[in-house]
């Protein structure tokens, strides 16, 4: 009993049905089938193309290429094998050849098809591959490869934009630059407040914030030249009127000694730079701020922007975030301690990352692990939600800190918290409200500008019909006068004024002529 082979060949441009001749003997004969495989005239002898379903658009071929590499079937494949391939007969089964395994089980679940991927098909498919643009009429190598790179970029772009709102690595480099300038801007102020105290070291006890100690040390630059009109820039830089009265006073009294311009002009540069730091600084946090708030709001919500961004980062990504269990979450930053714990079977860290939040800060030494472990796990269910929605929103972070507080006055007061089911229902109906009312505003907007439109475009209808009848009536004007100008009632040497005073004299004189 023959079977039949036909050979499944999926293109960037559409997908390619082959039959293959003598398969029983292919089978025994592999080696010759590659070494035949180089050569057009042998291998058509052997493989015939039998239909070509071609992709109508980017979209489609798009949309068919992410179900093949997902193992499913998708309708077109399923319509076009549906109609090319020929059916199975007992005298003659038919065997169906494709490239991969998922795809083979999807098309013989749906298809009742027998598929296979072994033996002689992958050689079969390699020769296609290598002769499919001659084998297809109409199809060039030209053309063959703009379609291959317009699908690979799209599916590329599409596979990185698999996550929504991806930009989760611009939070991890902000983070790192965040602890950066912290260590850097800390050591500079120290810097600074050591250089400048050799002039003026009673400033240091005076003014203890360093970003103010750099503004006030850029500020007095000498301390002699400081007056009584100065302190009204104190006062401005410190908001503090004793303090900045402090400071004068300080400055007639001071055991600094007396500096040079040179060293003076380095310590201003000095300071300025630190400035300059401290408030790029805060610019950076706010742009983490608004980046959590667009990338993970719920993980904002629940535990801050420093702490969560700081989870995203060891994580890795937001993705990688989700997919951890909250027993990693818990203990995640402190690696060293629980592989050190591991190793002479001590107690475990309680937590690593978390421990910056305020929740643990708030709890007694003996609910500190306790806490962790219930924050550990809110953490995960809002990183999830913020993984995965279409919609992202503060409603279910909101709603888990509100649980975590509640379970902190229980672990301190014993009130009986919510349950997570009732908590989780009422922030879904909320989000859902907020989603309808969002809604509602847009197409509210919309109706608004349509009707804008439409009342311009009737605005602009009414103009047009006006310009219409005045065109109609300078037309029928025109006629009339070039009749008098044929009638030779107007001279040609007359000027214009002269001429329309005669016209509207002809005018007047027709008119009561028709009267009488």
């Not at 030209?142 to 799209?154: E, I, K, M, W």
């Not at 009265?245 to 040079?260: K, N, V």
């Not at 040609?492 to 016209?503: F, R």
Request: hydrophobic share 40%; proline share 2%.
């Amino acid at each position: 009993m023959k079977s039949a082979l036909f050979v499944l060949y999926e293109h960037a441009a559409g997908y390619g049905l082959f039959s293959v001749k003598e398969f029983e003997e292919i089978g025994m004969l592999l080696p010759q089938v590659e070494a035949s495989i180089l050569d057009m005239a042998r291998f058509n002898a052997i493989v015939k193309l039998v239909g070509f379903h071609p992709f109508k658009t980017a979209v489609a071929a798009l949309n068919n290429v992410n179900a093949i590499s997902e193992g499913l079937l998708p309708d077109d494949l399923s319509s076009f094998l549906d109609t090319t391939l020929p059916k199975s007969a007992k005298n003659k089964p038919v065997t169906l050849g494709v490239a991969d395994a998922k795809l083979g089980a999807a098309i013989a679940e749906g298809l009742n098809v027998q598929c296979s991927h072994i033996g002689a098909v992958p050689e079969i498919l390699r020769g296609i591959r290598h002769h499919f643009t001659s084998m297809v009429k109409g199809f060039t190598d030209q053309s063959a490869a703009v379609a291959q790179l317009g699908l690979g970029h799209s599916y590329s772009r599409c596979k990185v934009k698999f996550n929504v709102h991806r930009s989760d690595n611009m939070i991890i480099q902000s983070i790192a630059l965040l602890d950066q300038l912290d260590k850097d801007v800390n050591t500079f102020s120290m810097r600074i407040r050591e250089w400048y105290s050799y002039h003026f070291p009673e400033l240091s006890k005076i003014v203890s914030e360093n970003y103010l100690f750099a503004k006030v040390a850029h500020f007095i630059k000498d301390r002699k030249s400081l007056t009584a009109e100065s302190v009204v820039g104190l006062e401005e830089i410190l908001m503090d009127s004793e303090k900045a009265q402090a400071i004068l006073d300080a400055s007639r009294m001071s055991m600094g000694m007396d500096i040079s311009v040179i060293d003076l002009m380095n310590i201003e540069m000095f300071a300025k730079r630190v400035i300059k730091l401290s408030d790029y600084r805060q610019q950076l946090s706010s742009y983490l701020h608004s980046k959590m708030n667009y990338v993970a709001p719920n993980l904002q919500a629940l535990i801050g922007d420093q702490v969560g961004a700081r989870l995203i980062s060891k994580a890795g990504s937001l993705t990688n975030l989700a997919k951890f269990p909250a027993s990693t979450v818990q203990i995640l930053g402190a690696e060293k301690a629980l592989f050190r714990a591991l190793k002479t079977k001590s107690n475990t860290p309680k937590y690593g990352l978390l421990f910056n939040s305020s929740f643990i800060g708030r709890a007694n030494a003996k609910n500190k692990g306790r806490i962790s472990r219930f924050l550990a796990n809110k953490c995960t269910i809002a990183s999830r939600i913020d993984c995965f929605t279409e919609t992202p929103s503060t409603v279910f972070g909101e709603a888990l800190k509100g649980q975590v507080e509640e379970r902190l006055k229980f672990y301190e007061q014993g009130e009986t918290p919510r349950k997570n089911l009732d908590v989780m229902k009422e922030a879904i109906a909320l989000a859902k409200l907020k989603a309808d009312t969002k809604s509602k505003k847009k197409n509210k907007r919309k109706l608004e500008d349509a009707n804008g439109v439409a009342a311009e475009m009737n605005g602009s209808g009414g103009n047009s019909a006006k310009k219409q009848k005045k065109a109609k009536l300078n037309d029928t004007n025109g006629d009339d006068a070039d009749e008098s100008t044929l009638n030779g009632s107007t001279m040609l040497d007359v000027s214009n004024g002269e001429a329309k005073k005669k016209k509207k004299k002809k005018n007047k004189n027709g008119a009561s002529a028709v009267e009488a």
